[in-house]
C-alpha cells in the first residue's frame, strides 16, 4: 500500500478545496451580489485546484518504477 507522502497530502488538501469551492459557488444565495466575473474566478480557481491535486496524486517520484 501507497504511504501518504507530502505531496499527497498536498493533494487532498487541494481536492478539497476544489470541491468546497464549487460546490460554494452553486450553493450559497450570497453569491448572487458577486459580480459574474469574480463566480468565474471562483470557478476557475476551483478547477486549477482539481486539475494540480489530481496531478500531485497520481506523479511519480523518481525512486518510484
Sequence with gaps: MTSLTPRRVLAVVLLLI???TLAASR???ILDDVSGVAK???AV???A???VGVWLWVRKTPDQP
Design 49 to 51: 485546484c482539481v486539475l
Design 27 to 29: 450553493a450559497f444565495p
Design 18 to 20: 476544489a470541491f468546497i
Design 40 to 42: 468565474s474566478a471562483i
Design 45 to 47: 480557481a476551483g478547477a
